[in-house]
Nanobody, 125 residues
Framework: QVQLVESGGGLVQAGGSLRLSCAAS????????MGWFRQAPGKEREFVVT????????SYRDSVKGRFTISRDNAKNTVYLQMNSLKPEDTAVYYC??????????????????WGQGTQVTVSS
């Protein structure tokens, strides 16, 4: 029902910045909590950050706190991930995901219903 398309990945030097975008279609965007996940070679997919339906509640992985910022624009059906002070260990495929939720102000620690195709982020030292 919902399609998610990530963009904005690329190659950047350590200490640099990237801004990822995730455009949603096929559903009512404001009814979904959103999240960013990443998967590095040889490792399992891991949580990066989530944002509630209304954008007022966010939760970050410890290793990205203070460096990454998630935001959403419900009028544009888009969620963003601003990544600053990038490190080589941030190198991964980054995935956008959507969670159908009855809660406007917080995100349940449960399954995500829809996933994007991923965008590659590579940070060189």
């Amino acid at each position: 029902q919902v399609q998610l398309v990530e963009s904005g990945g690329g190659l950047v030097q350590a200490g640099g910045s990237l801004r990822l975008s995730c455009a949603a279609s096929g559903g009512t965007f404001s009814m979904y909590s959103m999240g960013w996940f990443r998967q590095a070679p040889g490792k399992e997919r891991e949580f990066v950050v989530t944002i509630s339906r209304n954008g007022n509640n966010t939760s970050y992985r410890d290793s990205v706190k203070g460096r990454f910022t998630i935001s959403r624009d419900n009028a544009k059906n888009t969620v963003y991930l601003q990544m600053n002070s990038l490190k080589p260990e941030d190198t991964a495929v980054y995935y956008c995901a959507a969670q159908r939720s009855p809660y406007n102000g917080f995100v349940l620690p449960t399954v995500y219903d829809y996933w994007g195709q991923g965008t590659q982020v590579t940070v060189s030292s």
